[in-house]
C-alpha cells in the first residue's frame, strides 16, 4: 500500500473516486491524466495491497490562496478516501505526498477549502494544522431565465470597463489566475506587470465587472510605428463564461481606434488544444501567416 502519481490505467477508478466526493455528471468529475502534464498541478493516488485504488488528491500551484501571505502558493483542490480506509493514515499519507510536490515547486504555504457543512473534512483539515481562514457565500444565476429589467442595464458590456492599475489594485490584479489548464497559455499578471514597468509603449489595464477586477489586458501601444498588439490578455477563471473576456476586448479595439493610424490590432497564440484560438476568432481575428517564438499571429481590421 503506497501512495503513487495517477498513471493512465488509473483513469477509470480515478473517475469514480471522484465522482464520490464532487457528484455531479461524467463530464463534471472526468478528467484526463495527460491533463495534468506540463502545468503546476499533480494528481496522487492510494494504491491499495491488490492493486486497486483507495483515494487520491489533487493539488496545484497558484498565484493566491486566502489566508496564505506567500505568492506563488500550493493549493489542495481535492482530497478523498475510501470509507473502508479512513482513520487508518491513507489521508494523512495522501495530504503530505501533496505538501511534499507543492515543496519541491519552492512554495512555503498550502491553502485548501471544504464545504462550512463538511465537519468531517474541516477537521481532517484541523489534524493536518490547516486554520480557517474565511468563509464564503457562493451565489448562481440561471441565464436561460427571462432577463429582468435590470440586466438590460447591468450585462457584462455595460458593467466591463478597463482601468489603471495603481497602489489600490495592484495586489487583486497579481491575484487573478487562469486556470491550471490554461497557465501554458499565458504568463502570470506579476510577470505582465514587471515587463510593463520595464517596457515604454505600454498599455497595461485592469479590467472590471463592476467594482470586482476580473481580467488583465496589455496592449503594445506603439503610436509612432502605428502598430499595436494585444500583448496580453486574461480573465481569471472564476469569471470566465460570463462575456467579460468579449467586452474587455470590445473596449480594447475602441481604445486602439483612437489611436494615430489604428485601424488594425495584432495578437498572438499558442496553437494548442485549449487555447484561446477559438474565442478570438469568434471576435472576427484572422491568422496572417506569421509565426513567432511558437506562437501563431492574428490580425483585425477596424472598422468605424
Keep these: 500500500m503506497a501512495v503513487r502519481p495517477l498513471r493512465p490505467a488509473d483513469v477509470g477508478a480515478w473517475w469514480e473516486l471522484r465522482r464520490a466526493l464532487y457528484g455531479g455528471t461524467d463530464d463534471e468529475v472526468r478528467e484526463a491524466p495527460e491533463d495534468y502534464e506540463g502545468v503546476e498541478q499533480v494528481a496522487l493516488?492510494?494504491?491499495?495491497?491488490?492493486?486497486?485504488?483507495?483515494?487520491?488528491?489533487?493539488?496545484?500551484?497558484?498565484?493566491?490562496?486566502?489566508?496564505?501571505?506567500?505568492?506563488?502558493?500550493?493549493?489542495?483542490?481535492?482530497?478523498?478516501?475510501?470509507?473502508?480506509?479512513?482513520r487508518r493514515g491513507v489521508g494523512r499519507a495522501l495530504a503530505m505526498a501533496a505538501e511534499g510536490w507543492v515543496r519541491s515547486k519552492g512554495c512555503?504555504?498550502?491553502?485548501?477549502?471544504?464545504?462550512?457543512?463538511?465537519?468531517?473534512?474541516?477537521?481532517?483539515?484541523?489534524?493536518?494544522?490547516?486554520?480557517?481562514?474565511?468563509?464564503?457565500?457562493?451565489?448562481?444565476k440561471r441565464l436561460d431565465d427571462p432577463p429582468t429589467p435590470a440586466d438590460a442595464d447591468t450585462g457584462p458590456a455595460a458593467s466591463v470597463t478597463l482601468r489603471e492599475i495603481d497602489d489600490a489594485n495592484v495586489r487583486a490584479v497579481l491575484r487573478l489566475a487562469v486556470g491550471p489548464h490554461q497557465r501554458a497559455f499565458v504568463a502570470p499578471n506579476a510577470v505582465s506587470l514587471a515587463e510593463a514597468y520595464a517596457t515604454t509603449k505600454v498599455w497595461p489595464r485592469a479590467i472590471y465587472a463592476g467594482e470586482e477586477p476580473v481580467g488583465f489586458a496589455m496592449l503594445s501601444d506603439d503610436d509612432d510605428q502605428r502598430r499595436y498588439y494585444l500583448w496580453r490578455f486574461m480573465i481569471d477563471q472564476r469569471f470566465q463564461g460570463r462575456g467579460y473576456g468579449r467586452a474587455a476586448m470590445e473596449l480594447v479595439e475602441s481604445y486602439v481606434r483612437t489611436r494615430p493610424g489604428g485601424e488594425r490590432i495584432h495578437l498572438s497564440y499558442v496553437p494548442a488544444p485549449g487555447g484561446p484560438e477559438p474565442f478570438y476568432r469568434s471576435l472576427g481575428y484572422e491568422d496572417t501567416g506569421r509565426e513567432y517564438d511558437g506562437e501563431r499571429e492574428m490580425v483585425k481590421r477596424l472598422g468605424g
Aim: proline letters at 3%; aromatic letters at 8%.
Design 45 to 86: 493516488v492510494w494504491e491499495r495491497v491488490d492493486g486497486t485504488l483507495g483515494g487520491f488528491v489533487e493539488a496545484s500551484i497558484r498565484r493566491h490562496a486566502d489566508g496564505c501571505a506567500t505568492s506563488p502558493v500550493g493549493f489542495l483542490e481535492g482530497w478523498y478516501v475510501a470509507p473502508d480506509l479512513r
Design 108 to 140: 512555503s504555504e498550502m491553502g485548501s477549502d471544504a464545504n462550512h457543512d463538511n465537519d468531517a473534512g474541516r477537521r481532517a483539515h484541523a489534524a493536518l494544522g490547516y486554520r480557517e481562514v474565511e468563509r464564503a457565500v457562493h451565489l448562481a
